[in-house]
């Protein structure tokens, strides 16, 4: 089940340079995610989105951009990436239905910033 | 400051024994509780979800939830050696009632043959 695709699954790139990671999900869920996950912090997240057009700034937003022009769609954006920023990037979507809550996650981007 | 806690482990069982994985977490409002199973290198995913006291139960899993006392555990029957895996505990906090879970660093559970 591909209900969650992220895009590039791998990225190497420089410091400075301006990096879009995909996220397009196949079913309605209301909210979207961006976590990073990296050794020692667990998942973090970065922005998350409560429906088209609505986003809101997570626990570690700085140096990164979000936009949800379409409820499936949900692009990350580094910038000016930084070392810092090499990390495992995880696009989730979930939201309650039926009253139960989920959520699930994509495959997840490795980026690593040289 | 993390809102939900777990021992980072690892927790060593060996096979055939109860995996007991525990969270706790600090809002005394919140209304979801997660268990998630992350192998090495791939994503997480959400195994049980429990929202009342009591225990909740799913083939070889168990999550028990006890608000008092503000902790959710997860039990492992019969564990097999494919169940070594990190598990996270996530919590969704009251908060206006938007859908913003939390997660605890996770679990690391080695069962050995």
């Known amino acids: 089940d591909a209900g969650i695709t992220q895009s590039p699954r791998y990225k190497i790139t420089e410091t400075g340079r301006q990096v879009t990671l995909m996220c397009h999900q196949t079913?309605?869920?209301?909210?979207m995610f961006w976590y990073r996950q990296d050794l020692g912090h667990g998942l973090r997240l970065i922005y998350y989105?409560?429906?088209?057009?609505?986003?809101d700034k997570g626990e570690v937003p700085d140096g990164y951009v979000v936009s949800r022009s379409k409820t499936e769609n949900f692009p990350l954006t580094l910038e000016s990436a930084t070392r810092s920023q090499t990390s495992v990037y995880f696009c989730?979507?979930?939201?309650?239905?039926?009253?139960?809550?989920?959520?699930?996650f994509g495959p997840g981007t490795r980026l690593t910033v040289l | 400051q993390k809102e939900v806690e777990q021992n980072s482990g690892p927790l060593s069982v060996p096979e055939g024994a109860i995996a007991s994985l525990n969270c706790t977490y600090s809002?005394?409002?919140?209304?979801?509780f997660f268990w998630y199973r992350q192998y090495s290198g791939k994503s997480p995913e959400l195994i049980m979800s429990?929202?009342?006291?009591g225990d909740k139960e799913d083939g070889r899993f168990t999550a028990q939830l006890n608000k008092a006392s503000q902790y959710v555990s997860l039990l492992i029957r019969d564990s097999q050696p494919s169940d070594s895996a990190t598990y996270l505990c996530?919590?969704?906090?009251?908060?206006?009632?938007?859908?913003?879970?939390?997660f605890g660093r996770g679990t690391s559970l080695i069962v050995h043959p």
């Open positions: 079913w309605s869920h209301s909210y």
């Open positions: 989730a979507a979930g939201g309650r239905r039926g009253g139960t809550d989920t959520q699930y």
């Open positions: 989105s409560a429906a088209a057009d609505i986003t």
């Open positions: 429990i929202y009342s006291n």
């Open positions: 996530a919590v969704r906090l009251a908060s206006g009632g938007s859908y913003i879970p939390t």
């Open positions: 809002d005394r409002g919140s209304q979801s």
